[in-house]
């Protein structure tokens, strides 16, 4: 009985090494890729290491092989379903984690540029500075060319004012040098001229009961004094004692003084004229002042008359030495 027994597991072991067709042909769909052997008893058996190998194994023992041969006799051996077992081939993915992808490589860059930009920032930066520096050398340049201009124009101007400022008080300084000069000259001229006139004893002017008439070159000098506005070389021609007498519509004003005060009164009186002087009056202009009751005394025949444009009227009568002793003054011949 037991004999059969083993004969039956033998069969079923054989058939378990022989499969059947369609177990061949899904072996043979799958030998490309992995082919299943049925293990041996041997590689059944399980290795028991000893305390003594070191961790070599070494073969079972025969009880032991027996209970495994039994409980492959009593058990059926699970045989994985091969196809189930069976992965489908898939390609080895390739590590792409070291190669940067396109938006990577862009990034990348655009961090190169950006650091590049980081980079020459300070050069730029220096650069500009640099720039502004140079700008404003310049206008500071600008600015002291104008400051030095305006310095140097100004000073230029002043010099010159200085210089015209001198040169102005110089030739008044000289005008009235000249002035005085002449006013001497003249002075000694009408005392000279008397002088020969009595040692001579002859006059080349006319005498009158009221003084001598001046010599031809003292009248032209006090005719010219008035026409010129030079009043001051009256002084010379005048004695030391001066009357004038301001005629007015119904009475006559007169002052006696010096010399020089009847020569300021002459220049205030001639300021307001209008020029030209005539001192060639017609006898039928001078008939109505001399015929005055008024006024007539200040019109002998030796004295010297003179008319305005604007009919202002002079009269200078002369002493017993030619000098002149009055001066009369009218604003209007009307009031004669």
């Given at each position: 009985m037991d004999q059969e027994k083993k004969e039956e597991k033998s069969e079923e072991i054989n058939q378990f090494e022989q499969p059947s067709n369609d177990n061949n042909e899904m072996n043979e769909?799958?030998?490309?890729?992995?082919?299943?052997?049925?293990?041996?008893?041997?590689?059944?058996?399980?290795?028991?290491?000893?305390?003594?190998?070191?961790?070599?194994?070494?073969?079972?023992?025969?009880?032991?092989?027996?209970?495994?041969?039994?409980?492959?006799?009593?058990?059926?051996?699970?045989?994985?379903?091969?196809?189930?077992?069976?992965?489908?081939?898939?390609?080895?993915?390739?590590?792409?984690?070291?190669?940067?992808?396109?938006?990577?490589?862009?990034e990348q860059k655009s961090e190169d540029k950006v650091e590049k930009h980081d980079d020459d920032a300070p050069v730029q930066e220096e650069k500009s500075v640099k720039v502004a520096k140079k700008g404003h050398a310049v206008q500071l340049v600008i600015v002291i060319f104008v400051v030095w201009s305006i310095i140097t124009a100004g000073g230029a101007y002043?010099?010159?004012d200085k210089a015209a400022n001198d040169s102005e008080a110089q030739t008044k300084d000289q005008i009235t040098s000249l002035q005085n000069q002449l006013k001497?000259?003249?002075?000694?001229?009408?005392?000279?001229?008397?002088q020969i006139d009595e040692l001579n004893g002859t006059s080349s002017s006319t005498t009158t009961t009221n003084g001598v008439a001046p010599s031809s070159s003292a009248a032209s000098s006090i005719k010219a004094s008035i026409t010129s506005g030079n009043t001051a070389a009256l002084e010379g021609y005048m004695a030391s004692s001066v009357s004038v007498a301001t005629a007015t519509s119904n009475s006559t004003s007169i002052s006696t003084g010096t010399a020089t005060a009847a020569v300021t009164s002459v220049t205030n009186f001639?300021?307001?004229?209008?020029?030209?002087?005539?001192?060639?009056?017609?006898?039928?202009?001078?008939?109505p002042y001399q015929s005055s009751t008024s006024h007539g005394k200040y019109f002998p025949t030796i004295a010297i008359v003179g008319k305005s444009a604007n009919s202002k009227v002079i009269s200078f009568s002369f002493d017993s030495a030619g000098k002149i002793n009055t001066v009369f003054l009218a604003n209007s011949d009307s009031s004669l």
């Amino acid at each position: 009985m037991d004999q059969e027994k083993k004969e039956e597991k033998s069969e079923e072991i054989n058939q378990f090494e022989q499969p059947s067709n369609d177990n061949n042909e899904m072996n043979e769909t799958f030998e490309t890729s992995e082919t299943f052997e049925t293990p041996t008893e041997a590689e059944l058996t399980p290795e028991v290491p000893s305390e003594e190998s070191d961790g070599f194994t070494e073969a079972a023992k025969p009880t032991e092989i027996q209970e495994l041969a039994e409980k492959a006799e009593t058990e059926p051996i699970e045989v994985p379903e091969l196809i189930e077992d069976v992965k489908p081939y898939e390609a080895p993915k390739q590590d792409t984690s070291s190669e940067p992808t396109t938006g990577v490589v862009e990034e990348q860059k655009s961090e190169d540029k950006v650091e590049k930009h980081d980079d020459d920032a300070p050069v730029q930066e220096e650069k500009s500075v640099k720039v502004a520096k140079k700008g404003h050398a310049v206008q500071l340049v600008i600015v002291i060319f104008v400051v030095w201009s305006i310095i140097t124009a100004g000073g230029a101007y002043l010099l010159r004012d200085k210089a015209a400022n001198d040169s102005e008080a110089q030739t008044k300084d000289q005008i009235t040098s000249l002035q005085n000069q002449l006013k001497a000259a003249n002075k000694n001229e009408a005392d000279l001229q008397s002088q020969i006139d009595e040692l001579n004893g002859t006059s080349s002017s006319t005498t009158t009961t009221n003084g001598v008439a001046p010599s031809s070159s003292a009248a032209s000098s006090i005719k010219a004094s008035i026409t010129s506005g030079n009043t001051a070389a009256l002084e010379g021609y005048m004695a030391s004692s001066v009357s004038v007498a301001t005629a007015t519509s119904n009475s006559t004003s007169i002052s006696t003084g010096t010399a020089t005060a009847a020569v300021t009164s002459v220049t205030n009186f001639i300021a307001n004229a209008t020029l030209p002087w005539d001192f060639a009056l017609t006898p039928s202009v001078l008939a109505p002042y001399q015929s005055s009751t008024s006024h007539g005394k200040y019109f002998p025949t030796i004295a010297i008359v003179g008319k305005s444009a604007n009919s202002k009227v002079i009269s200078f009568s002369f002493d017993s030495a030619g000098k002149i002793n009055t001066v009369f003054l009218a604003n209007s011949d009307s009031s004669l």
